[in-house]
């Protein structure tokens, strides 16, 4: 996935509050948890999954999860929307 230099930045901090927090996840493994959360049914906590990344999430680290989610959300639905319907793919195959 191509980064602009903002999000190098952001994910550059981010990484920092996730180091301090004592997680053992990087970025890569970090987009990953989050793309389970979304794709899972809403829990009764909105905050629960982020005890999946440390146990001691401060609270700048949280307000960063918490913009990370729809922003991670919002990328994978346009990703989504540029791919060609699977019938397509078939039809361009016969």
Excluded: H, T
């Excluded at 994910?11 to 970025?27: F, N, P, S, T, Y």
């Excluded at 929307?81 to 039809?91: D, L, Q, T, V, Y």
Aim: include cysteine; proline fraction near 9%.
């Amino acid at each position: 996935m191509p980064l602009n230099e903002k999000s190098l930045k952001s994910e550059q901090g981010l990484k920092a509050l996730l180091e301090r927090a004592g997680a053992r996840l990087g970025i890569d493994e970090l987009r990953d948890v989050v793309r389970g959360v979304i794709a899972a049914p809403p829990p009764p906590d909105p905050d629960g999954w982020m005890s999946l990344i440390a146990v001691n999430i401060g609270d700048e680290l949280r307000e960063r999860l918490r913009a990370y989610r729809p922003k991670l959300s919002n990328q994978i639905r346009r990703r989504r929307r540029c791919r060609p319907r699977n019938g397509f793919k078939f039809s361009a195959m016969r």
